[in-house]
């Protein structure tokens, strides 16, 4: 089995800054790609960054370009998201993901095969 545990979510006042994990455990899989989602409440999950895991190439979605950065630490099976200038619209949970093998994008959920529990981030204005 794979699981993937997120920690680092919580309140935090707009413009302050939060910063997540997601460690991996479990049996060892191939792994082409790491990423974070996010589902506010009534709405649909959505993409926030993923970073390729052989060369580290990095991908954000257009809200959160420029705020968030997305890591990873290969020796310690783990990735990271470093978010920064919060807003209120980025209040949501926060989920992990990793895609084991290329399935030809990063950006849609339904190419994951692993996911965490999801952590709750919540931006007061």
């Known amino acids: 089995q794979v699981q993937l545990v997120e920690s680092g979510g919580g309140l935090v006042q707009a413009g302050g800054s939060l910063s997540l994990s997601c460690a991996a455990s479990?049996?060892?899989?191939?792994?082409?790609?790491m990423a974070w989602f996010r589902q506010a409440p009534g709405k649909e999950r959505e993409f926030v960054a993923a970073i390729k895991w052989n060369d580290g190439s990095t991908y954000y979605a257009d809200s959160v370009k420029g705020r968030f950065t997305i890591s990873r630490d290969n020796a310690k099976n783990a990735q990271f998201l470093q978010m920064n200038s919060l807003k209120s619209e980025d209040t949501a949970v926060y989920y992990c993901a990793a895609q084991g093998n290329y399935r030809g994008s990063v950006y849609y959920d339904d190419l994951y095969n692993y996911w965490g529990q999801g952590t709750q981030v919540t931006v007061s204005s």
């Open positions: 479990g049996r060892t899989f191939s792994r082409y790609a």
